[in-house]
């Protein structure tokens, strides 16, 4: 691990409300989901304020900050970058890029095996990536690609996870109801699961926007 990283901030804005947590020596301390009745945008330098109020850090104290760059949703993932480039700028903090994928894998770290990740990627695809639990976290097993909302039920060499929006897709245009009956859940608060994947990645990760149009389409594996 970086020692010299003591307080860290982990922001996600491309899932659900946005969330933002703080962290100590690669602990979460406390964590605010955004409000669902006014946007992320207008509202997450408040919430960081208030988080790093509520653990006695003054701003100029985080040494790194960590934020899920996607994929997910376009506007989410450039509020995101934005805000912490400014803060960057202000405090002169490090900065870390975590895949959004790769973050709501964490969701299934107690699972063995592999696990796919997936979101929605517009119209009737979805951008996922498969990864397998380890020792020391989750890792890659292949690289993000689209594929068809109805291929996800091939899927049957491990766990599936995705976030709640995804799910509701899932569900509307597949017309198999008992497919979802294997797929977990992200939890809300994407922020948490974003700094366990910094820490794990020893906050180190560069912070370019991930896109799904940017990948290919590829097939699920089967086993």
């Not at 003591?6 to 804005?13: F, G, S, V």
Request: proline residues 3%; glycine residues 12%.
């Amino acid at each position: 691990m970086n020692n010299d990283v003591k307080n860290m901030l982990a922001i996600d804005a491309v899932i659900g409300r946005g969330s933002v947590s703080i962290w100590k020596d690669g602990t979460e301390c406390s964590s605010i989901i955004g409000d669902e009745k006014q946007p992320f945008s207008v509202t997450i330098l408040g919430i960081i304020e208030q988080v790093c109020s509520q653990n006695e850090i003054d701003l100029p104290e985080i040494d790194c900050i960590a934020v899920s760059h996607g994929p997910g949703s376009y506007t989410g993932i450039r509020v995101g970058i934005a805000t912490v480039l400014g803060l960057k700028a202000a405090i002169g903090c490090r900065t870390v890029g975590v895949s959004t994928l790769k973050a709501i894998a964490f969701e299934a770290e107690s699972a063995e095996g592999k696990i796919l990740t997936a979101l929605t990627a517009g119209g009737r695809e979805l951008i996922s990536q498969e990864f397998e639990t380890f020792e020391a976290g989750i890792r890659e097993v292949g690289d993000p690609g689209l594929i068809a909302i109805d291929s996800i039920n091939d899927y049957t060499a491990g766990g599936i996870v995705v976030d709640r929006r995804t799910l509701e897709i899932i569900r509307q245009r597949s017309g198999n109801s008992g497919m979802t009956d294997r797929i977990r859940v992200s939890s809300e608060n994407v922020s948490a699961l974003v700094g366990r994947c910094a820490v794990e990645q020893n906050y180190s990760g560069d912070i370019e926007p991930i896109y799904s149009r940017q990948f290919g389409n590829q097939k699920p594996a089967r086993k």
